[in-house]
């Protein structure tokens, strides 16, 4: 299967607990005033990669707890990213997905689009929310914005409430 992506950072600290790669997809449709990735907007940009390919390259790695799908929008190739997904914690590594949509509007969507159902189940975390400039904050972890939250989703699921993840509390230390 294939997917396409705007990039990829082979360790980051930043984009979630411990050291982790980075896939960020291609092609996003809110167009967030003061985007990270602007780059990863235009759907015709960027380049495909075979999640197999990517898969077997992430699982062979060495030192990483896991993988972040950032972006653009990784919902918007919701079937691609639940396959990579599926190959990468059966290899032992946890996800991490950022959206910019709430999870309660993920939840809805994954009602009728059963890869968004997948890829919501395969996340371990969800970082949720559209980027909002007027409520940017750079002593967050993990995240650009207030709005966003941190979602445990396996607390989630057994709980059928939304469950923050204790690193939602997380500072980095930056300033404002």
């Known amino acids: 299967m294939r997917v396409k992506l705007a990039g990829i950072t082979w ?3 930043a984009d979630g607990p411990g050291v982790r790669a980075v896939i960020f997809a291609q092609g996003c ?4 005033p003061g985007c990270h990735n602007p780059q990863a907007l235009d759907p015709e940009g960027g380049e495909w990669h075979q999640t197999e390919k990517l898969a077997a390259m992430f699982a062979a790695a060495r030192g990483l707890q ?4 950032s972006g653009g929008e990784p919902f918007l190739q919701a079937e691609p990213f639940a396959a990579l997904a599926l190959e990468l914690k059966n290899s032992g590594l946890d996800i991490v997905t950022f959206s910019g949509y709430i999870y309660e509007e993920l939840q809805h969507k994954a009602a009728s689009i059963p890869a968004w159902a997948v890829l919501l189940h395969q996340s371990d975390i969800l970082i949720d929310g559209p980027f909002i400039q007027e409520e940017r904050d750079l002593s967050l972890g993990f995240r650009g914005s207030r709005n966003q939250r941190i979602i445990d ?3 989630t699921r057994s709980t059928g ?4 993840s204790p690193l939602h509390l997380r500072t980095t230390g930056a300033v404002k």
């Open 66 to 69: 896991g993988v972040t799908f």
């Open 153 to 155: 989703l396996a607390a």
């Open 29 to 32: 449709n809110r167009r967030c």
């Open 161 to 164: 409430a939304v469950m923050l």
């Open 11 to 13: 360790e980051s600290v």
